[in-house]
């Protein structure tokens, strides 16, 4: 028996340097390695991996992903138009230590999920520190993201939670994308004229 596939368009966004790429890789299984040095995002890198096992509804579905890890560079904010196009879901990471990182977010989220159809369930907020020991988090999330499902990771020392919370989004994502079609669906046959 063959799994439903599924074709998702996943942003990751968030501020410079707060650790996007690591969790791209991370995410994808990409062989690439950066080598600790940082070398930032140009525009933005797109990797495509599958999920193979996510339950949605008690059906097993599979999920191919596109993930786009978009740059924090805001000379690039004239292609956020482009990254948001046909997207279902978006995951902002920051960096907890850094204050400036809450007020970034709070823009990308008014940007990526205010000003669109999407809603908090096709969002997730990742909070990713470089070691378990970096210190007490100095950027506080606005109420915006209360209802936004929040984890704090590092790759390195909780990457399979990691994973399995991004596995939770996605399934999120999919069920929501199935409730946008019933809807739709049932708009259409609500606004059908009477027949003759």
């Not at 995410?27 to 930032?40: C, F, I, K, Q, W």
């Not at 495509?48 to 560079?73: R, T």
Request: with cysteine; proline share 4%; charged share 25%.
């Amino acid at each position: 028996m063959s799994k439903e596939m599924h074709k998702l368009k996943i942003l990751l966004v968030g501020p410079c340097a707060c650790g996007k790429t690591t969790v791209a890789n991370f995410l994808s299984d990409a062989t690439e390695n950066l080598g600790g040095d940082y070398h930032p995002t140009q525009g933005v890198r797109i990797l495509e991996f599958e999920v193979q096992s996510l339950n949605v509804n008690n059906k097993h579905v599979k999920a191919e992903i596109e993930l786009w890890d978009c740059s924090g560079d805001h000379k690039f904010e004239t292609c956020w138009p482009a990254f948001q196009r046909d997207t279902q879901g978006v995951v902002f990471v920051y960096n907890p230590i850094v204050a400036d990182h809450a007020r970034e977010l709070e823009l990308l989220y008014n940007y990526y999920v205010t000003q669109t159809d999407l809603t908090s369930k096709h969002s997730l907020v990742l909070a990713v520190s470089k070691s378990e020991k970096d210190g007490k988090p100095a950027a506080k999330l606005s109420s915006t993201f209360s209802r936004v499902m929040q984890v704090a990771t590092n790759v390195e020392e909780n990457g399979n939670r990691l994973r399995v919370e991004f596995n939770n989004f996605l399934v999120n994502v999919l069920g929501g994308l199935r409730d946008r079609n019933e809807q739709e669906e049932l708009n259409i046959i609500n606004t059908q004229p009477p027949s003759l």
